[in-house]
């Protein structure tokens, strides 16, 4: 198959397993959203505009393609301004970079620079839960089975940290720090930027179980939650950590109605947020706990909690 430009496929090889994971050393998750938005612009051009992928190029890039895009994805999608943004957002960054490669494609760059961002609105509410779900959801894994003692460890542990789903997954044994007066964990967070979260005693004792239930040596760097495949640890992917969270859930509510549907991963860190904006914890403290490189974005949990009381 003879390939129209060359150079832009090479780009976009070049964009997303050079620039972005080593250059700019942005984390996995990152260049894995990124990789997700370039394929789905280049799946809609082929299916909309009839190009073959070997035909596409930078000069197929043009305003009217891409503004159909993000209208694609709000009609077929169901996108929300959010996500919209952030694939106008991915699209932009690429052209950019190629074009600090190579001048001649700025012009690409510049036109697509024109279109404008979605309006999103500021938004009040946290999907959460309280502290009996919490507690109904811990009880579910069967942990006579190393993969529940696996799930309840790992959901112990997420809630307590408040960490990502992604940070979660990057952990590995010698980042837990448990023999000290106030114990913590080292968490890899957006841009690698790292940072320490403090852990109770609790979970410090889940985690001494769980390795020795796995064998795992409290120094080891390999990957802390995994999965064996063909005899070899690989770390576990974020669609089995929504898998399992999604049974407990879905087990818990078959016995209280009150458990809230459609439980996620991310809602065990805005729910310990929110549990520790109740018990007094200040807000830039939590924003430090959570990693959030502005406080501004951490204020969403204030206003949740107050919204909450108002009604």
């Known amino acids: ?27 996995f998750a990152t260049v894995k959203s990124y990789r997700e938005a370039i ?44 996500t919209i943004n952030h694939r106008l957002a991915v699209i932009r960054a690429f052209l950019k970079y190629a074009g600090t490669r190579n001048p001649e494609y700025w012009e690409c760059y510049l036109k697509i620079q024109q279109i404008p961002f979605r309006k999103v609105q500021k938004k009040l509410t946290v999907n959460h839960f309280d502290e009996n779900t919490l507690s ?7 942990i006579r089975k190393k993969t529940g003692h696996r799930d309840l460890f790992f959901m112990i542990l997420m809630y307590d940290s408040g960490a990502r789903d992604g940070e979660m997954l990057s952990l590995h044994p010698c980042d837990v720090i448990p023999d000290l007066k106030a114990p913590y964990v080292i968490l890899r967070g957006k841009g690698n930027k790292i940072r320490t979260v403090p852990l109770m005693k609790k979970t410090i004792d889940h985690f001494g179980g769980y390795l020795k239930r796995y064998q795992l040596d409290p120094r080891d760097e390999g990957p802390l939650f995994f999965t064996i495949i063909h005899g070899k640890r690989c770390v576990m992917s974020d669609d089995n950590v929504a ?15 009150l458990i809230p549907e459609n439980i996620t991963p991310h809602m065990f860190r805005h729910s310990r947020a929110i549990h520790l904006y109740r018990n007094g914890v200040p807000l830039p403290l939590i924003s430090q706990w959570l990693g959030h490189s502005n406080l501004e974005t951490t204020l969403v949990y204030a206003y949740a909690d107050t919204e909450m009381k108002r009604k």
């Open 1 to 27: 198959m003879k390939i129209k430009d060359l150079d832009f496929y090479r780009s976009v090889r070049d964009y997303l397993t050079v620039y972005l994971p080593e250059q700019r050393v942005c984390s």
């Open 39 to 82: 394929s789905l612009f280049l799946e809609f051009i082929t299916k909309s505009q009839g190009i073959g992928m070997a035909k596409i190029g930078f000069e197929t890039i043009t305003p009217e393609v891409v503004s159909d895009f993000l209208k694609w994805l709000v009609t077929d999608k169901k996108s929300t301004a959010t």
């Open 136 to 142: 109904a959801l811990l009880t579910e894994p069967d």
């Open 243 to 257: 898998r399992f969270i999604r049974k407990y859930a879905l087990a818990a509510r078959l016995k209280n109605s």
